[in-house]
Every structure is written in structure tokens, then in C-alpha cells.
């Protein structure tokens, strides 16, 4: 099966246009109505994942829905692996904090760089910190 610029074009677009189980259930079905090969032809001309096609194939086929699991991504904030990591900082700031020179704000400043700030914490409270990279 040949595609035309224009139906390529719509495909795309209408693509971009969902999310989730709705985007994959729409590559499922054109990638089936193209046929033998269609997986290929829609990474090739499509830009397709061909593990997201395979997905929503298997969705397709099955009829269970796979469950994005976005709030399980990306990194973990430092709080959660070091729950007293603001208090020890705030232990450490407290006897250092100055005013604005200005006084145009009230909130209090330290002259501290983070790398500052990492050694302290390992020095005086003991924090085992990941080595840099």
C-alpha cells in the first residue's frame, strides 16, 4: 500500500492530536489496515513507535487497556529519600541568615553556594550524599 503526502499528513496529524489508549487504539487500527508489514511501513513513513503500535495492538486485540502510569515518572523529589533533608538545611541557615541589604523584602538570605551547603550537610549532619558525577 502506497500513501499519498496528503493521507500521510492526516495520519500524523490526527496522531499528535490524541493521548493515551485513544492514540494507540488509532495506530492499531490503520497500522492493521495496512496490511502485512503495515508495522514497518508506519515507523518508515508515519515516525511511529513500532512498541507503541505493538502495544496498542495487543489493547486492540485484547480488549484491556493498559494504565499509564504518568505520576509514577520521572524523579523522585530529595524530600522523599531524605524526609529531615529541610530541616538540617534550615538548622544550618539559621545562625547565617541576613536580611535583604535593601530592605525591600523580608526574606532572609545565606551566602552559600549548594556545594557549600552539600559539605556542611555531610560534615555536621552526617548525611551520606551520592558522589558527583
Given at each position: 500500500?502506497?500513501?499519498?503526502e496528503?493521507?500521510?499528513?492526516?495520519l500524523?496529524?490526527?496522531g499528535?492530536t490524541l493521548?493515551g489508549?485513544?492514540r494507540?487504539?488509532?495506530?492499531a487500527?490503520?497500522?492493521?489496515?495496512?496490511?502485512?508489514g503495515?508495522?514497518?511501513?508506519?515507523?518508515?513513513?508515519?515516525?511511529w513507535?513500532?512498541?507503541?503500535?505493538?502495544?496498542?495492538?495487543?489493547?486492540?486485540?485484547s480488549?484491556?487497556?493498559?494504565?499509564?502510569?504518568?505520576c509514577l515518572?520521572?524523579?523522585?523529589?530529595?524530600?522523599?529519600?531524605l524526609?529531615?533533608?529541610?530541616?538540617?538545611?534550615?538548622?544550618?541557615a539559621?545562625g547565617?541568615s541576613?536580611?535583604?541589604?535593601t530592605?525591600r523584602?523580608r526574606?532572609?538570605y545565606?551566602?552559600?553556594?549548594?556545594?557549600?551547603?552539600?559539605?556542611?550537610?555531610?560534615?555536621r549532619?552526617g548525611?551520606?550524599?551520592?558522589?558527583?558525577?
Open positions: 500500500m502506497e500513501l499519498t496528503s493521507s500521510r499528513k492526516m500524523v496529524e490526527t499528535k493521548k489508549v485513544d494507540r487504539l488509532f495506530m487500527r490503520t497500522v492493521r489496515s495496512f496490511g502485512i503495515g508495522q514497518r511501513m508506519a515507523e518508515r513513513e508515519l515516525g513507535s513500532r512498541v507503541t503500535v505493538r502495544k496498542g495492538m495487543h489493547e486492540l486485540e480488549g484491556i487497556r493498559c494504565v499509564d502510569a504518568y515518572r520521572g524523579r523522585k523529589r530529595s524530600e522523599e529519600h524526609p529531615r533533608l529541610l530541616d538540617d538545611i534550615r538548622d544550618l539559621d547565617q541576613q536580611t535583604d541589604p530592605f523584602s526574606r532572609l545565606v551566602r552559600w553556594t549548594a556545594a557549600r551547603v552539600r559539605a556542611l550537610l555531610i560534615s549532619k548525611h551520606e550524599c551520592a558522589k558527583r558525577s
